[in-house]
DNA sequence: TTCGCTTCCTTGACTCATTCAAGAAAAGGC
DNA sequence: GCCTTTTCTTGAATGAGTCAAGGAAGCGAA
C-alpha cells in the first residue's frame, strides 16, 4: 500500500516541481490519475482521486487538469461527441484512434516520422503550429463483432 | 428578395429529396443557413433561419443538422474546446486551420492526395474508415497582430 | 383535390459537463 | 513558526444539447 502510494507520488511530485507549481496532494493525485488512466475523462479523474483522498472536490480536480494542461504535464484531447479526455503522453507526436462503436481511444505513433501531416496543400497564411490526426474507425473487438453478425452495425452480443 | 430566396431553396430542396427526406421549410432554411455560413455553430444556424422562419423551434434545427448529418449532407467537426459547428463541403477529403487565437476555421485541401493520412505507423488492429486531421496556428490577421506586438500573445488593438 | 398515414415540428422541461465566485485552507519563502 | 500568495471547498450558475408528448405538415394514393 505504502510502497505503491510512494511510487506513484514520487514522479507527479517532480514533475509538479519541475514545472514551478505548488506541490498539493490534490494535484499529485490528479496526476498519478491521469498516468494509471489513460485517456480518462474527468469523472474518471475524479472517481480514482477520491480513491486516495475522498474529500476532494471535482472543481479542485478541474482546476488541476487545467493548470497541468497549461504546463504541459499533461494533454487534453477532445474527439467529436467526446467530453474532455486526459492523457499522460506528451511531447511526442502521437495521434488517436477512436472506436466509433465502444470509444475506445488507442494511441498511435505519427506516420510520417516527426511532423506528419504539418504540411497541408495550401496553408492559407496560417502559421501552423500542430498538427493533430484523428482516425476513426472499429477498434479490434468491435470489427469482429459486427464482421461476425453480418454488419457493419455492433454487435450486441454473441 | 425573391430571386435570393429561390435561388437558395432550389439546390437545398434537391438535396433534400434525393436523400429520400421529407422537404420541410425548416431544412430547406437549416440547409441553406449551412451553405451562406460556412462553419456555423449551431446558435449561428438558429439566428440565420430565424431571418427565414422567424417562429423556427432550437429543436427543429437541431433535429435538422443532425438528419443532415446523418445523411451526408452536412459534415459535424468539433474542434478541441469548441461547439458542434457544421459545413456543407462534403465527400472531398479537406481537413481545417484552427486559428487558436480568433478560432477561425479554414478549409483546406488534403496534403497528401485522396488518403491523406489513412496510414497510421501502426493501427493496432482497427478498421479504419476516415482520417481527421486539424491544423492549429495563428490565422494571417492574428499572426501579424502578434508579430507587430513582438510576442506571441494576440494583439489587443493596433 | 382530398384522405390518411407517417414523419416532423413546437413546447417546455431536463441533463450534465463545465465555469464562476467568495471565503477557508495550505504551500513555501523568510 | 509567520506571512503572503496560491489553491481548495462549497454552492450556485451557465449553456449546449437532449427528451417527451401532442399538434402540424408532407406526400403518396384515391
Given amino acids: 500500500m505504502a510502497e505503491n502510494k510512494d511510487r506513484h507520488e514520487s514522479e507527479p511530485t517532480a514533475a509538479l516541481r519541475e514545472s514551478s507549481l505548488r506541490v498539493t496532494k490534490q494535484r499529485v493525485a490528479v496526476l498519478a490519475a491521469v498516468c494509471d488512466h489513460q ?5 474518471t479523474v475524479i472517481r480514482a482521486v477520491r480513491e486516495i483522498l475522498p474529500e476532494v472536490s471535482h472543481q479542485a480536480v478541474y482546476d488541476s487538469l487545467h493548470t497541468l494542461t497549461e504546463v504541459g504535464l499533461v494533454r487534453c484531447i477532445q474527439p467529436s461527441g467526446s467530453v474532455a479526455r486526459y492523457e499522460r503522453r506528451i511531447g511526442d507526436n502521437h ?3 477512436v472506436c466509433r462503436s465502444c470509444n475506445l481511444i488507442v494511441d498511435v505513433d505519427c506516420a510520417v516520422g516527426q511532423a506528419p501531416c504539418l504540411t497541408p496543400s ?4 496560417f502559421v501552423i503550429e500542430q498538427a493533430e490526426v484523428t482516425f476513426w474507425g472499429l477498434c ?6 459486427a464482421a ?7 454487435a450486441s452480443a454473441v
Fill in 39 to 43: 485517456h480518462a475523462d474527468t469523472e
Fill in 148 to 154: 461476425s453478425s453480418g454488419s457493419t452495425e455492433p
Fill in 122 to 125: 495550401h496553408d492559407a497564411g
Fill in 95 to 97: 495521434h488517436h484512434l
Fill in 140 to 145: 479490434p473487438d468491435c470489427a469482429v463483432s
